[in-house]
C-alpha cells in the first residue's frame, strides 16, 4: 500500500470535512430560514449573516471531487455514475440556491419563491451527501468491473443510509442555528429564537448517531483494520463530549465556543467515517459480483500522487488563508447596517 495513497484516502476527506463544517452551517441556516425570520428585516439579516462566506464555503466541496478523480479514479466513476441521480439532485440544489441568493435582492415581486427556492436548495445538499456517504460506508452492489448495478437513487435507501442522511442534515441544522446565534444581535427575536433551536436539533443528532451506530454494528457490520476500531471508539467519544458541551455552554450563553464545539463535532463524525472505511473507498455489498474498491486496487500513480501532493502544499494554505481573511474581516455580530443583502 503506497504511503501517499495513504496519505490522499485522508486528505480527501479532510477536503469534505471541511466542507461539512463551512458549507454545512450555512446549509443549515438556508433550512431554518423560515424558522428563524419571520419579517422582511430579520430574513435580510439571516441571509446577511451567510453573504460574505457562502459562496467560497462552496469550494471544499469541488476540491474533493476534484482530487477523487485524480487520485482514485475508479471510485470516482463507480460513485459518481451509481450516484448519478443524486449527485444532480445536489447540484440542482446548489445551483438553485445561489441562483435564489443573488436574485433575491434584485427581484422583490418573486422574493417568497425565491425564499422557498434558497430553502429546498439548502436542503437536498445537505440531507443527499450524508445519504451517499452512508451508502459508501454501508455497501453497494457492483458489477466484475466496478460498475454500480442496483437501482438508481431508490436503490441507495435503507434504513442505515436514511438515518446517515437524517444525521448529516441535523448536524447542518444544529450548526446553521448556532452559527446565526453567533452573528445576530444579542437579545434579539433572531438570536432568541436560533439559541432556542439550537438545543432540540443537536439533541435529535446525539438520537440520531446513536440509531447510526446501532445499524452500524447490527446491520451493516463494518470490517475495521488494525488499530481502527480503537480510533473509531475515541472518535465517538469525543463528537459526543463535544455535542454536550456545546450544549450545556450554548445555554449559559457562550455563543462563539458553541459554535466551535458544534464544528469540531461534525469533524469528528467525518473521521470517524474515515476510519471505518479504511482501507476501502467503496465498500462492495454483499452478494455484488465486484470486490470492494480499495486504496490499492483504485490509487493513480504515485507520480501523479506526488505531483497532487506539490501541487496541494501550495494551494491549500492559500485557500485556508482565504477563509481566515474573510471570516476576521466579517468577524463580529450584525446589526441595523447589516441587513441590506
Not at 16 to 45: C, H, M, S, T
Request: charged share 10%; proline share 4%.
Amino acid at each position: 500500500m503506497s504511503a501517499l495513497a495513504v496519505l490522499w484516502f485522508f486528505l480527501i476527506f479532510v477536503l469534505i470535512a471541511g466542507y461539512f463544517v463551512l458549507d454545512g452551517f450555512d446549509l443549515g441556516v438556508g433550512v431554518l430560514y423560515r424558522a428563524l425570520a419571520k419579517d422582511e428585516r430579520e430574513r435580510a439579516l439571516v441571509r446577511r449573516s451567510i453573504g460574505p462566506v457562502w459562496d467560497g464555503n462552496e469550494v471544499w466541496l469541488l476540491t474533493a471531487g476534484g482530487a477523487l478523480f485524480a487520485a482514485f479514479p475508479a471510485a470516482y466513476a463507480t460513485t459518481f455514475s451509481g450516484f448519478y441521480l443524486a449527485v444532480m439532485l445536489v447540484l440542482f440544489g446548489l445551483i438553485v440556491r445561489a441562483v435564489s441568493l443573488e436574485f433575491r435582492a434584485h427581484d422583490p415581486q418573486w422574493a417568497r419563491a425565491w425564499d422557498v427556492c434558497f430553502t429546498v436548495g439548502s436542503l437536498l445538499p445537505a440531507l443527499l451527501l450524508g445519504v451517499a456517504l452512508g451508502n459508501v460506508i454501508a455497501g453497494i452492489p457492483m458489477a466484475a468491473n466496478g460498475d454500480y448495478t442496483g437501482v438508481p437513487l431508490l436503490g441507495l435507501l435503507s434504513p442505515f443510509t436514511l438515518v446517515a442522511g437524517l444525521l448529516g442534515l441535523t448536524m447542518c441544522l444544529s450548526a446553521g442555528a448556532a452559527w446565526v446565534a453567533l452573528k445576530a444581535p444579542a437579545g434579539s427575536a433572531v438570536h432568541k429564537r436560533a439559541a432556542k433551536l439550537r438545543v432540540p436539533c443537536q439533541v435529535v443528532a446525539l438520537v440520531l448517531f446513536a440509531v447510526a451506530t446501532v445499524l452500524a454494528f447490527a446491520v451493516v457490520k463494518p470490517v475495521f483494520a488494525p488499530g481502527m476500531l480503537a480510533a473509531g471508539v475515541v472518535i465517538a467519544l469525543v463528537f459526543l463530549a463535544c455535542v454536550i458541551a456545546s450544549i450545556a455552554l450554548g445555554r449559559k450563553g457562550n455563543d462563539l465556543v458553541a459554535f466551535l464545539l458544534q464544528s469540531a463535532a461534525a469533524l469528528c463524525l467525518v473521521a470517524l467515517a474515515a476510519v471505518t472505511l479504511f482501507p476501502n473507498l467503496v465498500v462492495a455489498a454483499p452478494g455484488s459480483v465486484g470486490a470492494s474498491i480499495t486504496l490499492m486496487s483504485a490509487a493513480s500513480s504515485d507520480t501523479s500522487l506526488a505531483w497532487m501532493t506539490g501541487i496541494a502544499c501550495v494551494g491549500v494554505p492559500l485557500v485556508l488563508a482565504y477563509h481566515v481573511i474573510a471570516y476576521r474581516v466579517f468577524r463580529g455580530r450584525l446589526d441595523d447596517k447589516d441587513v441590506n443583502y
